[in-house]
């Protein structure tokens, strides 16, 4: 039995993850500010232990006093003067906007742990009757000169649209023509542009789009053929047609144009034990790929945590140990909204840097809020819009996470966990500042997963060393 | 220890993927391609 399933999972001050990395390596993951596993040569490793003692709390030195002290304050691992070395500038520093397009609300399967609000499931081809679940052709163009306009007007770097649904490839001709006209509004943003799709899709028609505007594709899957064909299949006329082989055959397809979709994989009650054959397959077809849980509308019981924790934690323990040395691990095999070099203070950017735009060009906090728009770029701008995200009581967190208060804040895992999708909490609790549903599960699974990915650093890392020897 | 740079290096995925892609230039092998650090249905970019 699971004794706590609220409060903080951890109430420790966030400190340092320190550990074996096989054979060769020690390593250093620091909770408290974020900036990736680092693997420690044996005389570095050795002045952090002492410097660490029995605590896991971060080291703060008056100066450095021997080299290893350089090091370890330059990753990170150290403070000097109660402050950590300034990280260089990042490409990411620029501002950046990602949105989710959501081009159609029709989808051609039925997943029954779908999370997107009132959509029209198994919806075959977007017919006469259907068209009203996509958008339109002058609402297209409209979202894409109001993004232009509000790239231009607020200096944004950086524009990612990701095309999604619903089944966005129902309207590949609408995208198509979003695309056209984005690029041809030629703002000094660079854009770049991802689909989130179900894989079922006539390649001839689809791929083109994908190949002409650079798409980076992201394809969801549940585990493994026989589960994946329970949960995702078409209704023909005879019945269920699972759709494995044509996804199987599409991402061949893809694959023949030169790109190489990402696997997002949302972990059941019914497919967690088959999560190492599914990392096995895809791994092996060389794609990446991300686990997340299932984000319901009710609390999940503390035996399935319990149960779903041990078989991820064992899985990452053993995926880390075999995985292809070709991937970036922490990336590849990506748990949830994860991010190991960035200090977070709630899990997603929603409201910041990240919105979701509806097929009729209604503005909400995210996909899982389409049925709460705050606006209307259609008929409003989109500064006016997302202006209500810092007043709406319901998305104030996400735009301020410092003003987030509860629980979460007081666990160890404060920044790394970030206390997962706040939708979801909200969805089950009611409210946001609670952890999440899943706190078990994340809270236990945390150290091993941190452990995990310093395990294949090290692998690849000694890889080098036989090289360059 | 033999790790086949200076052994006083802490080593992260930076210094890694520096290794790796001077490598994949020598050799023409490239690493898996994959889906960028943003990608997921959450875009969580903080």
Known sequence: MIEKLHGPFSARLPGLITGAAGDSWRFAFNLLEPRGVKLLPPNTAKRLDALVGDSNAVPNLKAPEIPEDSALYEHGLVTIGSRYQPTAARPTDERTLNVWLHISNACNIGCFYCYIPDLQKNVVKIHERARQFVVDDTSAKAIAKRLAEHCAANQIGRLHVKFAGGEPTLAIREIDLFCEELMSLRVPTKISFGILTNGVFSPDVVIPTFVNFKFKVSISIDGTQANHDKIRFTRASRGRSGTWSTIQENILRLKEVGINPYILHTITRSNFTQIDLFAEYFSSIGCGFRLSLERSDHAVEPELQKKISGTLTHFYRSFSEFAPLEIRFDRDAKFSEWTLDKKKHIACSSCRKYFAISQRGEISSCQMRLDEPVGDLISDSIQNAIGRFSTDKRTSILHSPLSKIGDCTQCEYRHTCAGGCPQHTRNVYGEMDRPSPWCYVYGSLFPAYVQACATHLARRANKHSAHTL | ?46
């Open chain 2, 1 to 46: 220890m033999e790790n086949g740079i200076n052994e006083n290096l802490v080593v992260d995925e930076a210094m890694l993927r520096q290794w790796e892609s001077a490598q994949a230039h020598h050799t023409s092998q490239s690493a898996i391609a994959t889906e960028s650090d943003d990608d997921c249905d959450c875009q969580d970019c903080d």
